[in-house]
């Protein structure tokens, strides 16, 4: 945890099937007074405000583009423009006291299910061919003879993909870890899981 004068940073990591519990993180933030600025997937930098009850949402576009007429929609909707990162979009919305009004933007079953399709086309599968093309790379260089293994260069290149097969063992075991999530989601929404 970082502050400068009214600049508060948190390092917090969060998954692709986590974007709830982000959301839900960053309105207890600005409920303790830390009105969410920006973030570069693990550093959040935050205004130190006054402690108010603001609902975020996170909305993912596959193209990554905001156009004015999806921004306007928000706005037509009361929620606030915050910040950008990647694919994601993050909206606020302060809560009024005594109004019973739902927060979500994703409230309805359709509009989630929606969501988690987005997720899992426009995020998940566009990484699994980078891991293919790495764990084949790291396959060649270690269990083939491919290049020539003798001498301080050819141990550099299996120290080398040693460690990127670890690497991507490790990102495959997420993967399909989020992917497993947003799946059950995805299930549960459908009304499929047993």
């Known amino acids: 945890m970082e502050t400068t004068s009214n600049i508060h940073v948190e390092k917090q990591r ?6 709830e519990q982000e959301a839900a993180w960053l309105s207890f933030m600005h409920r303790e007074g830390y009105k969410f600025l920006s973030t570069d997937g693990y ?23 905001a156009e004015e007429d999806y921004l ?4 037509d909707f009361g929620w606030e423009y915050v910040f950008q990162y990647r694919n994601w979009f993050y909206f606020r ?37 980078i891991y293919i093309i790495l764990l084949c790379y790291s ?5 083939t003879d491919f290049l020539n293994h003798s001498g301080f260069f050819g141990g550099l290149l299996n120290g080398i993909a040693v460690g990127a097969l670890l ?3 490790f990102g495959i075991g997420v993967f399909i870890g989020q992917f497993g999530r947003l799946n059950k989601m995805m299930k549960e929404l459908d009304g499929t899981e047993q």
């Open 14 to 19: 969060f998954y692709i099937a986590e974007f």
């Open 43 to 65: 550093h959040y930098r935050f205004e130190s405000v006054e402690k108010e009850d603001w609902c975020y949402q996170l909305d993912y576009k596959e193209n990554g583009v």
């Open 72 to 75: 306007q929609m928000y706005r």
């Open 93 to 129: 919305k302060k809560h009024i006291e005594g109004e019973e009004e739902d927060l979500s933007v994703f409230s309805d079953r359709e509009s989630r299910l929606e969501l988690c399709k987005r997720i899992i086309n426009g995020q998940l599968l566009h990484l699994l061919p």
């Open 139 to 143: 396959y060649l260089v270690i269990f």
């Open 167 to 169: 690497v991507v063992i």
